[in-house]
């Protein structure tokens, strides 16, 4: 029993455990009082949703009938108009583009001549830069793993997406900064403070 109270009792302040293994140890603030009154401060900036001066997109209720004698009103001008503005996602959906190369044979020489296609298209069938910026953002800085990731592409875009397929592009996109990861971790190298470790979790 001893034993067993004394392993409880150990943690990152008597012991050799890391901060993180801290589980239930009441950690008092750091931060001294400031005075003033909680919530936003005077002079703030917020970030209230304002109506726009250009919307994207005009759509207008018009009435038609009066709803008291049933007289038509169709050719009746308005003598106020009310706004209201909505701000939302528009539809948004996978898109095919198809690159078409032309091959021609030149009628003087005979030398066959063929257009090149854009870089990134290497495949007969394959998934775009843009697409694939998206997925290694959400693994990576959302930290979503590729099963969730790929349930979340198919209920935003309507497009099944195996996991096989995520981990590969998470990885072509690993091989295209591995030229910068030199520098960046000879920069980490040269540094004089380095915060890598789950301290960061409680501050």
Do not use: W
Not at 137 to 160: F, G, V
Not at 173 to 195: F, T, V
């Amino acid at each position: 029993v001893q034993e067993l109270e004394a392993r409880t009792k150990k943690n990152s302040s008597n012991s050799h455990l890391p901060p993180s293994s801290d589980r239930f140890a009441n950690t008092r603030s750091s931060r001294q009082p400031s005075g003033n009154k909680p919530g936003g401060q005077e002079g703030h900036q917020g970030t209230t949703l304002r109506q726009v001066e250009h919307p994207h997109h005009r759509v207008v209720h018009r009435v038609h009938t009066c709803q008291g004698c049933g007289a038509s009103l169709r050719e009746v001008k308005p003598f106020k108009v009310d706004i209201r503005q909505v701000f939302d996602l528009p539809p948004v959906a996978i898109e095919m583009t198809q690159h078409e190369r032309e091959v021609k044979s030149c009628p003087h020489c005979r030398c066959v001549q063929q257009a090149e296609f854009p870089s990134h298209v290497t495949n007969h069938v394959q998934y775009g830069p843009r697409l694939t910026a998206l997925v290694v953002y959400l693994h990576h800085i959302q930290l979503i793993p590729y099963k969730r990731l790929s349930d979340t592409i198919e209920a935003l875009y309507q497009h099944s997406i195996s996991t096989g397929t995520l981990a590969n592009m998470v990885k072509r996109g690993r091989e295209a900064l591995e030229s910068n990861m030199d520098i960046i971790e000879d920069a980490l190298l040269e540094s004089n403070i380095l915060h890598v470790d789950e301290t960061s979790l409680r501050i």
